[in-house]
């Protein structure tokens, strides 16, 4: 279960000249236009208040410069544990294309209008999943889940809009690092990781 890697143009630090936004940007588009299903899926990692790691996988809703946008129910594990000790890491991983990100730093909650425009754009079967669910909490069997969409199904009927529910809505990661790695023959991968300072972002090399 070896897959040999190389063939594209050699990650170098320059790329990152412009910052960490433009060549993500670059690198989503390559992962889409190489095939790679729901290139935007990002595992997401936290740390529980036993000081254990905890991850699964999340939608990136929104890229721009002051980080990552993701969505949740804030009764969720996740937005227990980023309340408790809000930094996370995130990492894009898509071997399409022999390319994965990781973006680490502190995490915060989004404001409500932007939630709120996010939110209008959602299908309307995704806004009413988010009412039915009590997210990571216990249910009995599926058919209880069911019923529980059902409801929120009658409850709003033909309504024109359906408002955001009272605890869901985006969170934040501001990145204090960004590490982009290329799979390169060898094992011999290209990392090249940048970090915020005070003065702005120091850019080097790793080794792999």
């Known amino acids: ?49 036993a000081g254990h790691p905890a991850s699964r996988v999340v939608l990136c809703k929104d890229i721009g410069p ?62 009413l999943g988010a009412w039915a669910s009590q997210q990571s909490r216990p249910i009995g069997t599926r058919a209880d889940l069911e019923r529980a969409l059902a409801d929120v199904t009658a409850r709003f009927g033909d309504a024109g809009e359906i408002p955001v529910p009272p605890q869901w809505g985006g969170f934040l990661l501001r990145p204090a690092t960004v590490e982009f790695w290329q799979g390169k023959e060898n094992r011999l991968h290209n990392r090249v990781r940048t970090t915020a300072t005070d003065s702005g972002w120091r850019t080097e090399r790793l080794q792999p």
């Open 66 to 127: 002051d980080g990552i946008v993701f969505y949740s129910n804030y009764g969720s594990d996740k937005a227990a544990q980023l309340t408790a000790n809000p930094h996370a890491s995130a990492t894009f991983g898509w071997p399409l294309i022999a390319r994965q990100i990781t973006l680490r730093g502190e995490v915060e909650r989004v404001s409500s209008e932007r939630t709120q425009r996010y939110w209008q754009s959602r299908p309307r079967g995704s806004q």
């Open 1 to 49: 279960m070896r897959v040999n890697y190389g063939g594209s143009s050699d990650l170098d630090e320059s790329w990152l000249d412009q910052g960490w936004e433009p060549l993500m940007r670059h690198w989503l588009r390559d992962a889409v236009d190489g095939g790679v299903a729901e290139p935007n899926a990002m595992v997401l990692a936290t740390v529980d208040a």
